[in-house]
């Protein structure tokens, strides 16, 4: 398994209230990606990161944003949680953008917005 | 918008079947596609990537690219129970990949 890891793995947060969602790895990838992923509709990116502090927006950007500092770490953060952000959440990382490099993902992070 | 599109299933085989998966993509520019099998509650892990137009094999898998038609399938060849899962496909354009909703398959012993 690529090294990557999600925290928290289960969160339960009430409407209003800021989240941040954690993105370590450990294999000093230059690509890392925000996905959710929500019955009906696969996985949609958020956000992604192309290098320390270089991001873009993705399809479903609005209410997130990101930030990178260092290589290995990318955060997730809902500025005010609502009910329809309510996911689960995957990380990605990719080393590369050739036409053979593919993603690998983290284990995913349950939110429930109430 | 970019589109991919797979047929949600489910798709049910009897074991030691072939099973096929199909999805259609919107953009011609898109450079590289990824099959990716995903079980309840996992994350989604690799089975396959092509780029080239035809055929690329891997075991028990043949992933199928035409340009042309804008279709990218999976042949899963003696099918077992631990293939049930749903699979996902996924298009890379530039530095951004795009998922279908995926398909699920069960495998009948």
């Known amino acids: 398994d690529a090294g990557i890891t999600q925290s928290p793995r289960h969160k339960v947060t009430e409407t209003g209230t800021p989240v941040t969602l954690r993105c370590h790895q450990t294999?000093?990838?230059?690509?890392m990606y925000w996905y959710r992923q929500d019955p009906g509709h696969g996985l949609r990116l958020i956000h992604y990161?192309?290098?320390?502090?270089?991001?873009d927006k993705g399809e479903v950007s609005d209410g997130y944003s990101v930030s990178r500092s260092k290589t290995e770490d990318f955060l997730l953060t809902l500025e005010s949680a609502t009910s329809s952000q309510t996911s689960v959440y995957f990380c990605a990382i990719s080393e590369s953008i050739v036409l053979a490099e593919t993603q690998y993902f983290g284990p995913g992070t349950r939110l429930l917005v109430l | 918008q970019k589109e991919v599109e797979q047929n949600s299933g489910p798709l049910s085989v009897p074991e030691g079947a072939i099973a096929s998966l199909n999805c259609t993509y919107s953009d011609r520019g898109s450079q590289s596609f990824f099959w990716y099998r995903q079980y309840s509650g996992k994350s989604p892990e690799l089975i396959m990537f092509?780029?080239?137009?035809g055929d690329k094999e891997d075991g028990r898998f043949t992933a199928q690219l035409n340009k042309a038609s804008q279709y990218v399938s999976l042949l899963i060849r003696d099918s077992q129970p631990s293939d049930s899962a749903t699979y996902l496909c996924?298009?890379?354009?530039?530095?951004?990949?795009?998922f279908g909703t995926g398909t699920s398959l069960t495998v009948i012993p």
């Open positions: 294999e000093n990838h230059r690509y």
């Open positions: 092509i780029y080239s137009n």
């Open positions: 996924a298009v890379r354009f530039g530095n951004q990949f795009y």
């Open positions: 990161s192309y290098g320390v502090k270089d991001t």
